[in-house]
């Protein structure tokens, strides 16, 4: 227990001497970010500083690793690192982790997800950068990494080999191969232009537009150049394409496509143009946004990026690839005048070839009417057989009306008054016959049915509840007028209504048969008294009559 103490205590006491030695040589200001010379090594302490060393306050770990922040921070505060990057991981959060490393040794580096956002070159294993940024501790693992803020491929092999490495991903996927070219249109009504407002190029397309065949030209302005570029690039394209479509005639005149039509019309084709410049000032028509964007594109696009030996991978997703943003205003409409003059030339051919169909028309009627006889001896008998015919249609006519006259007069002579007397006279005789068959009919019909009606009504009156009662029975309703078919619907007391035959019948009231015999009994016993009784209380009490009584009959 004694020797773990003193070696707890010499344990504390080195710590603190350490701490205190780290202290000392910590800087005050920041110094250049120039390589200082290794400090000298530390002379192994006496045994007389033994003893001071335990008087000195002893750093925290948490003291000791911000000290070390602070000086590795105000030493290296902005630094700018070459270096090949080695393993990357990309965190859900959006943070990139890296390391750059050359032949001696290896710096581990973060990307924020904000800065991640905007690099314009994405970090790739393999790729040989240079990273801007500053140097910072990471307590918890007792290390040191760069903050990355901006980083470029250094120099122009590493852009080729990321150019040449993502144009062989692209073309894997697809977005390069010819089946996907869309054909231009011969005259597009509207022309969409991506390109910078300010800039030369757009000057000398609506120039070259206007000298070939004017259109109707839409801008939409974005950087060319920069690390914005491809997303505005990318955005011009999806904007252009989520124009509504143009409507047939049809739909036009509905109200409806009226009301929703946009007042901007959609391109029929799109160029997307830019002036000549080095690797790095086209590398925004290199990314995966622009040519990914372009190939789903519905719009025909013209890519017309730099000179003619310029090539970017926006080229090979495009539909047609222009040398010179003037190139490819002349592949986007043709020239007006030769159209007119193409037009021009098929006209007269067309005008001659008609000429010559009708000469040789006419040529050819004129042999074939050669061969035909005259005119008057074709017509010399069809005339002489229409004058016959006309002497002989009067004579028709004339005998017609003789004819339908005659007829009219027999039918005359028949209409007489004694005749239509006649008639109305035998048409009342039948009418008096008719009238006395329908009254004997309906003698008939009337006996029939009112035999047929007394024997229904005799049946009526067997099934009727009238007859029953004529025989001897009664009807008993309760004091409700429902009619009462068993003894347990009539309690004792309650009043019931008995009928007879005849529609006669009284109101009587319900009595238990047992008490009205006993009843009865009491009766006939007083009426056995001595008639001395009878007669004291004859005397005494007047003569009273018997009350009448309901109910007896049961």
Same mark, same amino acid.
């Given at each position: 227990m004694a020797k773990q103490t003193a070696k707890s205590k010499s344990a504390k006491s080195t710590g603190t001497s350490s701490a205190q030695t780290a202290r000392a040589e910590l800087p005050l200001s920041p110094a250049p970010s120039v390589p200082s010379t290794p400090p000298a090594p530390a002379t192994p302490p006496t045994p007389n500083d033994n003893q001071n060393k335990d008087n000195v306050v002893a750093f925290s770990v948490s003291e000791l690793a911000q000290s070390i922040k602070q000086a590795v921070e105000g030493r290296f505060g902005h630094v700018r690192v070459r270096g090949e990057i080695g393993r990357v991981t990309k965190a859900s959060s959006g943070h990139i982790y890296l390391g750059l490393k050359d032949d001696k040794a290896v710096?581990?580096?973060?990307?924020?997800? @904000?800065?991640?956002?905007? +690099?314009?070159?994405? =970090? *790739?294993?393999?790729?040989?950068?240079?990273?801007?940024?500053?140097? $910072?501790?990471?307590?918890? *693992?007792?290390?040191?990494?760069?903050?990355?803020?901006?980083?470029? =491929?250094? @120099?122009?092999?590493?852009?080729?080999?990321?150019?040449? !490495?993502?144009?062989? *991903?692209?073309? !894997?996927?697809?977005?390069?191969?010819?089946?996907?070219?869309?054909?231009?249109?011969?005259?597009?009504?509207?022309? @969409?232009?991506? $390109?910078?407002?300010?800039?030369? %190029?757009?000057?000398?397309? +609506?120039?070259?537009?206007?000298?070939?065949?004017?259109?109707?030209?839409?801008?939409?302005? %974005?950087?060319?150049?920069?690390?914005?570029? !491809?997303?505005?690039? !990318?955005?011009?394209?999806?904007?252009?394409?989520?124009?509504?479509?143009?409507?047939?005639?049809?739909?036009? $005149?509905?109200?409806?496509?009226? $009301?929703? /039509?946009?007042?901007?019309?959609?391109?029929?084709? +799109?160029?997307?143009?830019? #002036?000549?410049?080095?690797?790095?000032?086209?590398? #925004?028509?290199?990314?995966?946004?622009?040519?990914?964007? /372009?190939? *789903?594109?519905?719009?025909?696009?013209?890519?017309?990026?730099?000179?003619?030996?310029?090539?970017?991978?926006?080229?090979?997703?495009?539909?047609?690839?222009?040398?010179?943003?003037?190139?490819?205003?002349?592949?986007?409409?043709? %020239?007006?005048?030769?159209?007119?003059a193409k037009i021009m030339e098929l006209q007269n051919r067309q005008y001659h070839g008609q000429m010559r169909l009708l000469a040789s028309l006419r040529d050819g009627l004129t042999g074939l009417s050669r061969g035909l006889p005259r005119l008057d001896n074709i017509l010399a008998l069809p005339n002489q057989r229409l004058d016959h015919a006309t002497i002989g249609l009067q004579r028709g006519l004339a005998q017609n009306l003789q004819s339908h006259a005659t007829h009219m007069a027999h039918v005359c002579e028949g209409f007489s008054v004694r005749s239509i007397y006649r008639a109305i006279k035998q048409k009342s005789a039948r009418m008096g016959e008719l009238q006395k068959r329908a009254g004997r009919s309906l003698h008939v019909f009337a006996d029939a049915k009112r035999v047929a009606l007394h024997a229904v009504g005799r049946q009526l009156d067997l099934l009727s509840h009238e007859s029953v009662l004529a025989r001897g029975f009664a009807l008993v309703k309760n004091a409700h007028g429902q009619l009462v078919r068993y003894a347990n619907q009539a309690p004792v007391n309650s009043l019931v209504q008995v009928q007879f035959a005849n529609q006669q019948g009284f109101v009587a009231r319900v009595e238990n048969a047992a008490q009205m015999a006993k009843t009865d009994s009491i009766k006939q016993a007083q009426k056995r008294k001595p008639t001395t009784q009878k007669s004291a209380k004859h005397e005494e009490k007047p003569e009273e009559k018997p009350k009448e009584r309901q109910g007896d009959l049961f």
């Amino acid at each position: 227990m004694a020797k773990q103490t003193a070696k707890s205590k010499s344990a504390k006491s080195t710590g603190t001497s350490s701490a205190q030695t780290a202290r000392a040589e910590l800087p005050l200001s920041p110094a250049p970010s120039v390589p200082s010379t290794p400090p000298a090594p530390a002379t192994p302490p006496t045994p007389n500083d033994n003893q001071n060393k335990d008087n000195v306050v002893a750093f925290s770990v948490s003291e000791l690793a911000q000290s070390i922040k602070q000086a590795v921070e105000g030493r290296f505060g902005h630094v700018r690192v070459r270096g090949e990057i080695g393993r990357v991981t990309k965190a859900s959060s959006g943070h990139i982790y890296l390391g750059l490393k050359d032949d001696k040794a290896v710096l581990e580096a973060v990307i924020w997800r @904000g800065m991640a956002q905007q +690099l314009a070159v994405p =970090p *790739q294993e393999g790729l040989e950068v240079i990273c801007t940024g500053r140097v $910072t501790t990471y307590a918890p *693992q007792s290390r040191y990494q760069l903050v990355i803020e901006h980083i470029e =491929p250094a @120099g122009i092999g590493a852009l080729m080999a990321l150019l040449e !490495a993502r144009k062989q *991903q692209l073309e !894997a996927e697809g977005l390069f191969a010819a089946e996907r070219k869309k054909p231009l249109p011969f005259l597009p009504e509207t022309i @969409g232009v991506i $390109t910078s407002p300010s800039g030369a %190029v757009i000057r000398d397309i +609506l120039h070259r537009l206007a000298d070939r065949f004017p259109r109707h030209v839409l801008v939409w302005p %974005v950087r060319v150049q920069g690390k914005n570029c !491809a997303e505005e690039v !990318a955005r011009a394209i999806a904007g252009f394409n989520a124009l509504p479509a143009k409507t047939t005639e049809a739909a036009k $005149t509905t109200e409806a496509a009226k $009301t929703t /039509a946009s007042k901007i019309p959609r391109p029929d084709i +799109l160029i997307i143009a830019r #002036g000549g410049g080095s690797l790095e000032d086209l590398w #925004g028509f290199n990314e995966e946004i622009v040519v990914r964007t /372009a190939a *789903q594109s519905d719009i025909p696009i013209i890519s017309a990026i730099g000179h003619e030996t310029d090539t970017v991978l926006l080229d090979f997703a495009a539909d047609r690839r222009a040398p010179t943003p003037t190139a490819a205003a002349e592949m986007a409409v043709p %020239v007006r005048a030769d159209l007119q003059a193409k037009i021009m030339e098929l006209q007269n051919r067309q005008y001659h070839g008609q000429m010559r169909l009708l000469a040789s028309l006419r040529d050819g009627l004129t042999g074939l009417s050669r061969g035909l006889p005259r005119l008057d001896n074709i017509l010399a008998l069809p005339n002489q057989r229409l004058d016959h015919a006309t002497i002989g249609l009067q004579r028709g006519l004339a005998q017609n009306l003789q004819s339908h006259a005659t007829h009219m007069a027999h039918v005359c002579e028949g209409f007489s008054v004694r005749s239509i007397y006649r008639a109305i006279k035998q048409k009342s005789a039948r009418m008096g016959e008719l009238q006395k068959r329908a009254g004997r009919s309906l003698h008939v019909f009337a006996d029939a049915k009112r035999v047929a009606l007394h024997a229904v009504g005799r049946q009526l009156d067997l099934l009727s509840h009238e007859s029953v009662l004529a025989r001897g029975f009664a009807l008993v309703k309760n004091a409700h007028g429902q009619l009462v078919r068993y003894a347990n619907q009539a309690p004792v007391n309650s009043l019931v209504q008995v009928q007879f035959a005849n529609q006669q019948g009284f109101v009587a009231r319900v009595e238990n048969a047992a008490q009205m015999a006993k009843t009865d009994s009491i009766k006939q016993a007083q009426k056995r008294k001595p008639t001395t009784q009878k007669s004291a209380k004859h005397e005494e009490k007047p003569e009273e009559k018997p009350k009448e009584r309901q109910g007896d009959l049961f």
